[in-house]
């Protein structure tokens, strides 16, 4: 699970710019342009990547990313 704080409240109803990025032997997502901690491939197995919901209060709060998986046949 990792979770990341974003610097820009989010608002009801607005979109976000989701991203993952795919290294060598890691990989990383981006949400609104802020970048996360890069992510080593090994900690995570399988084909889907899946971007959790808003966690917090109605003007602003963590954004949880509730399970991310790679796999190196996506490269």
């Known amino acids: 699970l990792h979770t990341m704080k ?3 409240k989010v608002t009801t109803g607005q979109a976000l710019n989701c991203k ?4 060598k032997n890691s990989f990383y997502y981006t949400v609104n342009g ?8 090994s900690a995570y197995r399988g ?6 919901r808003f966690h917090g209060t ?3 709060g963590p954004l949880e990313l509730t399970r991310i998986e ?3 046949s996506w490269i």
Not at 20 to 23: A, E
Not at 47 to 52: A, E, S, T
């Open 6 to 8: 974003l610097r820009q």
């Open 58 to 60: 109605n003007d602003g």
């Open 20 to 23: 993952i990025v795919v290294n």
């Open 70 to 72: 790679a796999r190196q």
């Open 47 to 52: 084909p889907y990547v899946h971007f959790g």
């Open 34 to 41: 802020q970048y996360s901690s890069p992510i080593n491939h």
